[in-house]
């Protein structure tokens, strides 16, 4: 079963006095990382949401947006320094009697004034609203795993059908390969039968040595059995049935196909397979693409 490594989440919930919301979002990437976008006051509570996160996500970049709305969160009190008013006070009535000049000082300016009066905000760290958070954030994160399952699903339909074709070019380039020995033969004999113009007498034992050493130059049937494997192993790792990430294998099992498919490349010397090697190559880097998406 595969799992894709992007998706998104969202859930709700709403009471009397507040209203909780969770979105996430992922993206592929090579380890699990788990961000918490969250008010201040809840910091305390990220070390158990990415747990409940990671219940869902085993490799991938999430980002995880908290908003709580909702009165009582947080207690508002004021707090008013007595002995600074003490001193506004006595400092008005020293000005009064050095200036002459005598005014009733204005309470309501004083109690406005930022270092007489100050508000401490103390947030409410109730249980039963932690409880809700985490069981918002859980189900957030059962509909992301949701979403990644369903792309995981598509990715399979998508990689089986190229797995299909590189399997069909694979027999094509095995069933044309005798071929290519069979070609370089006669063209050995017309470019020296066209050099000699018969005055020589051909060295038949010579010339089979010759063909046998390109034989073995060119042969393939390794290079194709290998593919042939890795394209095995590869289809067997995407129809297992567990929850164990599988795409750091998969991305090494197309790295392996690339290798074979190169030397198939550098070996051969036929047109046909030349263009076959271009197709499996096509092939293998839209796989690769892909390969990239899955946990």
């Not at 201040?40 to 990671?54: A, D, G, I, P, Y």
């Not at 070609?183 to 039968?193: E, F, G, I, P, T």
């Not at 007498?201 to 042969?219: C, H, P, W, Y």
């Not at 095995?232 to 795409?247: K, R, Y």
Request: proline share 1%; charged share 30%; hydrophobic share 40%.
């Amino acid at each position: 079963m595969l799992v894709s490594m992007t998706g998104y989440g969202q859930a709700f919930i709403e009471k009397e006095n507040y209203k909780i919301s969770i979105e996430m979002k992922s993206i592929n990437h090579r380890f699990s990382e788990i961000t918490i976008r969250m008010p201040r006051q809840f910091l305390f509570l990220e070390e158990k949401l990415k747990k409940t996160v990671s219940k869902y996500v085993q490799r991938g970049k999430v980002d995880v947006f908290l908003t709580v709305e909702g009165e009582g969160l947080v207690q508002r009190t004021l707090q008013i320094d007595w002995d600074l008013i003490d001193e506004f006070k006595g400092m008005h009535e020293e000005a009064e009697r050095r200036l002459g000049i005598f005014q009733q000082l204005s309470l309501e300016k004083l109690m406005l004034h930022p270092d007489v009066v100050s508000i401490l905000e103390k947030e409410n760290h109730s249980e039963t609203l932690a409880f809700e958070i985490i069981a918002t954030t859980e189900k957030a994160a059962k509909e992301l795993l949701e979403m990644r399952l369903k792309e995981g699903s598509s990715l399979y339909q998508d990689l089986k059908q190229r797995l299909a074709r590189l399997t069909c070019l694979s027999k094509d380039i095995r069933a044309h390969a005798p071929s290519v020995v069979e070609a370089y033969h006669h063209r050995l004999l017309k470019r020296v039968d066209e050099f000699l113009a018969g005055k020589i007498e051909l060295d038949e034992g010579r010339l089979l040595t010759e063909i046998a050493v390109f034989a073995d130059k060119a042969n393939i049937d390794e290079e194709l059995t290998r593919l042939n494997s890795h394209i095995e192993q590869f289809l067997t790792v995407i129809e297992a049935d567990n929850n164990i990430p599988v795409g750091r294998k998969l991305d090494f099992l197309v790295q392996e196909m690339n290798r074979e498919v190169n030397t198939i490349g550098s070996k051969s010397n036929d047109i046909h397979i030349n263009k076959q090697v271009v197709e499996l190559k096509a092939e293998l880097e839209k796989i690769k693409e892909q390969v990239q998406n899955i946990e």
